[in-house]
């Protein structure tokens, strides 16, 4: 049995790494997409997790693949392209570690999952089935994603959604809403981002917009990640907030993934259903959720950032 599987892009985040001697960015290579970051983030804590994905038939698709391997993310659900290269992004960094991409998936190979591809095996045998929106932006993925939360539903998962926005991947933001929509009637477990929340409700209001979004699709758990103010959560007409951690970051790529695997990982040690939780229950998942995140920022990249059981214990002893 897997605690969690996730489906989605797996690809390679070309990361500032310092400047050439002539005076030119450096940059590294760094396995990357939020669904594998997520599945990485639960293996390197210790659960035990698997991944849907494709890569190409490249140089690039072979090192995603070890790097998964590496940390015992079960990788019988990854298939590989002939025809399509692996896609590529380009990180760029401003003074503060934020980020922003460029995509070079025109097409690239995890936009063609084919639903026949799929690993339900993977899925009937897991307790969570994570998922992204850029997974549903072209076909043939969005199908094989669509099909395979259903399948996740029916057979009794927790399902848990992260949109992860990214306007460029879009032919039209009119459809990404839509997609969006399809994967929050799933949802039992929602991480958004203010910006997502904006986006969705046409509100700025944290407590009016998650409530709007509760009472739309019932989700039994919204977390809305604010940066460094914390978490935001709804736990259906509970609201409240967690405070961040103050570290030194210098990458944020990555940070909401090993925040979602804190997340996940909580809820996977709970052994209990959603509705027996308490708030005390929630605050304390999201306060280790926070350290997870925090943690991912003070490193370059995603996956080698993404911090393990000792580091998060060690942050929150010494808070």
């Not at 669904?35 to 698709?61: E, H, R, T, Y």
């Not at 409530?211 to 977390?223: C, D, P, R, V």
């Not at 997870?292 to 000792?310: D, Q, Y």
């Amino acid at each position: 049995m897997y605690d969690v599987v996730s489906l989605g892009e797996l690809l390679i985040d070309f990361t500032p790494a310092g400047i050439s001697e002539n005076g030119n960015t450096l940059f590294e290579c760094n396995a990357g997409g939020a669904p594998a970051n997520v599945a990485a983030a639960l293996a390197k804590l210790g659960k035990k997790s698997a991944f849907i994905g494709k890569v190409g038939n490249d140089q690039f698709g072979l090192f995603l693949m070890e790097v998964l391997k590496s940390l015992n993310v079960d990788i019988s659900g990854l298939t590989f392209s002939k025809d399509v290269n692996t896609t590529l992004a380009f990180v760029h960094l401003d003074e503060k570690g934020d980020r922003s991409f460029n995509f070079y998936r025109n097409p690239g190979a995890d936009m063609m999952l084919e639903e026949k591809e799929v690993n339900y095996n993977l899925i009937k045998n897991s307790k969570i089935f994570h998922f992204g929106s850029i997974s549903m932006t072209h076909e043939p993925a969005r199908t094989a994603t669509i099909k395979s939360v259903k399948y996740a539903k029916e057979n009794g998962l927790l399902i848990s959604f992260d949109p992860n926005l990214r306007p460029p991947l879009w032919k039209e933001l009119n459809d990404a809403k839509k997609m969006i929509q399809v994967g929050l009637n799933f949802a039992d477990i929602l991480k958004i981002s203010e910006e997502e929340l904006l986006f969705l409700t046409n509100m700025e209001d944290l407590t009016e917009g998650s409530k709007m979004l509760f009472e739309q699709y019932n989700i039994q758990l919204i977390f809305i990640t604010l940066g460094v103010k914390g978490c935001f959560y709804r736990f259906g007409s509970n609201i409240g907030h967690v405070s961040a951690y103050d570290v030194n970051a210098i990458d944020t790529t990555g940070a909401g993934d090993a925040f979602m695997g804190g997340i996940l990982y909580q809820i996977i040690e709970k052994e209990k259903k959603l509705d027996d939780y308490t708030v005390d229950d929630v605050e304390k998942i999201i306060d280790f959720a926070n350290a997870a995140g925090a943690l991912a920022t003070t490193k370059r990249g995603a996956i080698p950032a993404l911090p393990s059981l000792e580091e998060i214990h060690e942050l929150l002893k010494n808070n």
